[in-house]
Protein backbone atom coordinates (compact mmCIF):
# COMPACT_ATOMS: atom_id res chain seq x y z
CA UNK A 1 0.00 0.00 0.00
CA UNK A 2 2.51 2.42 0.72
CA UNK A 3 4.12 2.17 -2.74
CA UNK A 4 0.92 3.14 -4.60
CA UNK A 5 1.23 5.83 -2.11
CA UNK A 6 4.70 6.85 -3.21
CA UNK A 7 3.69 6.63 -6.84
CA UNK A 8 1.04 8.81 -6.24
CA UNK A 9 2.83 11.45 -4.43
CA UNK A 10 5.61 11.42 -7.12
CA UNK A 11 2.94 11.40 -10.23
CA UNK A 12 0.87 14.22 -8.27
CA UNK A 13 4.61 16.16 -7.32
CA UNK A 14 5.70 16.18 -11.25
CA UNK A 15 2.04 17.13 -12.61
CA UNK A 16 2.36 20.23 -10.31
CA UNK A 17 5.54 21.16 -11.03
CA UNK A 18 4.97 21.04 -14.33
CA UNK A 19 1.98 22.90 -14.74
CA UNK A 20 4.10 25.96 -12.71
CA UNK A 21 6.83 25.50 -15.28
CA UNK A 22 4.24 26.36 -17.63
CA UNK A 23 2.47 29.00 -15.91
CA UNK A 24 5.73 30.36 -14.70
CA UNK A 25 7.31 30.69 -18.28
CA UNK A 26 3.93 31.38 -20.10
CA UNK A 27 3.88 28.93 -22.23
CA UNK A 28 0.95 28.09 -23.42
CA UNK A 29 0.62 31.79 -24.49
CA UNK A 30 4.23 31.49 -26.23
CA UNK A 31 2.61 28.48 -28.07
CA UNK A 32 -0.53 29.76 -29.12
CA UNK A 33 1.22 32.77 -30.13
CA UNK A 34 3.51 30.79 -32.55
CA UNK A 35 0.25 29.05 -33.51
CA UNK A 36 -1.73 32.12 -34.72
CA UNK A 37 1.04 33.31 -36.82
CA UNK A 38 1.33 29.61 -38.49
CA UNK A 39 -2.35 30.08 -38.97
CA UNK A 40 -2.30 33.56 -40.45
CA UNK A 41 0.85 33.24 -42.96
CA UNK A 42 -1.48 30.19 -44.15
CA UNK A 43 -4.45 32.83 -44.64
CA UNK A 44 -2.52 35.41 -45.96
CA UNK A 45 -0.89 33.65 -48.75
CA UNK A 46 -4.67 32.75 -50.47
CA UNK A 47 -6.05 35.25 -52.95
CA UNK A 48 -8.65 37.35 -51.29
CA UNK A 49 -11.52 39.25 -53.53
CA UNK A 50 -13.59 41.64 -51.20
CA UNK A 51 -16.47 43.15 -53.16
CA UNK A 52 -19.07 45.20 -51.32
Same mark, same amino acid.
Do not use: E
Given at each position: M?? =?C? /? /?AKLLSM /???LL?? =?YF +? #? &?D?? &?LG +???KQ =? #? /?MFDRKPVDIRF
Open positions: CN =VK /T /T /TVGFV =V +W #N &LQK &L +WAY =V #N /T
